[in-house]
């Protein structure tokens, strides 16, 4: 559908219809006579008050690069805990640095001796330089895949962590036909879609999530247990014979629970608790466990063809950047959080409320 000849310029309708979002024109990216662009950038460690949006030079590409003209970028709760400073240890980063890992977008221009991309070119991927909430990018050419073209834009841009994760994280356990393996944080980025990755593999998934979670649980072949006091209890009625295996995607005790329950610990994976995980001796199979534009492309593919579905709660202005990370750290979110870099998106736009 697009908009009528009244309108201009000539803009696509996005392809999530519960938001029916305009997004940017597919031509290649414009000529800027302004060669500073928009990031975001972090001076300090500290809450939402520390992400500021800045000018800094647009990138150029270097031999073997590309610059990327972003339409969409994600948001990770691991952004918070680095932004916090609780990762410092783990992820030193020098002040002032930017923010994000995956985004979607046109290919802007590209260094001697790329071949793959051309400009005007639609891909998605990540980068390791936490600069991916910006309306430039550069980025290797070996770290994007090709947009499908029935995936839309905040999908696309949103996807890396999640899809790696997921991926990861199933793997992780090694689940097969006939096991029965328990989800934390069933319904939220990345559970949303490893639930359904564990349902592909064969195995039985119990998916724990809220209440309000439970349709969406059910509409994807989970079933779904409630989070919260006597959890133990309710695992254990669902699956009397014990659980094959258990996915963490939450912390909190997780890990101690399955644990308790009995499941074998080479088959417990944490993205998150690393310390039950030193501790116990399970898993952590995260997101650099499956990190290649081959999982990317591959999952991606899946939810663009309908094969897996990929909620999003939320797409936010770039101008809301602290908004949307304010949500983000209620840990109340169905899929996933978007930003958008379009101008003409002013307000946060939602999905429906789920049905009871």
């Known amino acids: 559908m697009k908009p009528n000849a009244a309108s201009a310029p000539v803009l696509e309708w996005s392809q999530p219809p519960e938001f029916r979002c305009l997004i940017s024109p597919s031509a290649p990216a414009r000529k800027a006579l302004n060669r500073m662009s928009k990031a975001v950038q972090l001076s300090a460690y500290g809450g939402v008050d520390q992400l500021r949006i800045v000018d800094v030079p647009k990138p150029e590409p270097v031999v073997g690069e590309v610059v990327v003209r972003v339409v969409a970028a994600g ?14 240890d783990m992820f030193p980063m020098d002040f002032p640095f930017g923010q994000g890992t995956d985004f ?78 328990a989800v934390s944080g069933a319904a939220g980025g990345v559970g949303s879609l490893a639930v359904q990755l564990a349902r592909r593999a064969g195995a039985r998934v119990i998916g724990i999530a809220s209440d309000v979670n439970a349709p969406f649980l059910r509409s ?5 247990v409630a989070y919260g006091e006597g959890l133990a209890e309710r695992l254990r009625a669902l699956v009397p014979k014990g659980l094959s295996a258990f996915i963490d995607l939450f912390g909190g005790g997780y890990v101690e629970l399955a644990v308790q329950l009995g499941v074998p610990r080479e088959r417990i994976n944490t993205v998150i608790d690393f310390a039950a995980a030193q501790k116990y001796g399970v898993k952590t199979d995260g997101s650099s466990a499956a990190a290649s534009r081959e999982t990317l492309a591959s999952v991606a ?34 899929g996933k959080i978007v930003l958008a870099f379009d101008a003409r998106i002013t307000e946060p736009l939602r999905a429906p409320k789920p049905k009871a």
């Open 301 to 334: 593919n899946l939810i663009a063809w309908g094969e897996i579905v990929m909620p999003l709660t939320a797409i936010y202005p770039f101008a809301s950047l602290r908004d949307a990370y304010t949500e983000l750290a209620r840990r109340k979110a169905r």
């Open 75 to 88: 948001t990770n709760p691991g952004e918070i805990s680095i932004r916090e400073g609780l990762l410092k």
């Open 104 to 181: 979607a977008g046109h290919i802007d221009a590209v260094g001697v001796g790329v071949t793959e991309f051309a400009p005007g070119d639609e891909v998605l991927g990540w980068t390791e330089r936490r600069a991916a909430q910006a309306e430039y990018v550069a980025s290797s050419p070996s770290r994007l895949t090709s947009k499908p073209a029935a995936l839309d834009w905040f999908r696309a841009g949103s996807l890396f962590v999640v899809a790696t994760t997921a991926v990861a994280a199933v793997r992780g356990v090694s689940l097969k036909p006939g096991d029965v393996v």
């Open 220 to 224: 994807v072949g989970v079933e779904p």
